[in-house]
Structures are given as C-alpha cells and as structure tokens.
Nanobody, 127 residues
C-alpha cells in the first residue's frame, strides 16, 4: 500500500514554470511505476507523463513533450513534474498515481493500470 500527496501547484502566468512534487509513503515506492495525470473542469482525466520504477524510462503525452519533465528520487520517495512554458490550457487539477502492473511504458497512459492516486494539486495558468 502506498499513499500519495501532491504539492507545488499554484497560479502562474503563461510562459512561466512550476514544479510539482508527489511524496509517497511506504517502503515499496521504488517498485512502482509512477504517472502524472490532469483533469480540467468538465473534461476527463488525461495522461501527462510517466516514469518507470528505475527512473530509466519516461513517456509523455504530446501536450507536454518538450515542456514537461518527469523525474523521481527513490531515496526521497518522491516523483516530480517540472512544467515549463506553461499555457492556459495546462490549467487543471494534477494527480500523481502509482502502478505495480509491471506493464509497458505505453500502457502507463491508461488510468486502470494505476492502483493508487493522490488527491491532486491545482495548477492555474493565466493568460
């Protein structure tokens, strides 16, 4: 069992940057693949980025390629999402999630492979 707590959200102007953090409890964090998702009002939750349990592989949605960077520090039980060149359309509630599905990176875009979710942190980008 792992519990996830996101932080780092806030209000930022377009073109600015934010770094989201997701702190995990439990000793098994390093065995989980991790993902970031987001959900805007009235829209479905969508995949943003994922990182393998070793940190050696990453995968991004097209919306974030070249702007977002996912990373992890297993010694600190934390996964990060560095978001640069933010746009108003990035406004959403951002969630981190943990998966032990032992699946491929491309499957980590799928919500159902994640067993644990945080409560989310709000990101608002003003134009």
């Amino acid at each position: 069992q792992v519990q996830l707590v996101e932080s780092g959200g806030g209000l930022v102007q377009a073109g600015g940057s934010l770094r989201l953090s997701c702190a995990a409890s439990g000793r098994a964090f390093s065995s989980y693949d991790m993902g970031w998702f987001r959900q805007a009002p009235g829209k479905e939750r969508e995949f943003v980025a994922a990182i393998s349990w070793t940190g050696g592989s990453t995968y991004y949605a097209d919306s974030g390629k070249g702007r977002f960077i996912i990373s992890r520090d297993n010694a600190k039980n934390t996964v990060y999402l560095q978001m640069n060149s933010l746009k108003p359309e990035d406004t959403a509630l951002y969630y981190c999630a943990a998966s032990r599905a032992m699946t491929t990176m491309t499957m980590l875009v799928t919500l159902r492979v994640y067993a644990h979710w945080g409560q989310g942190t709000q990101v608002t980008v003003s134009s």
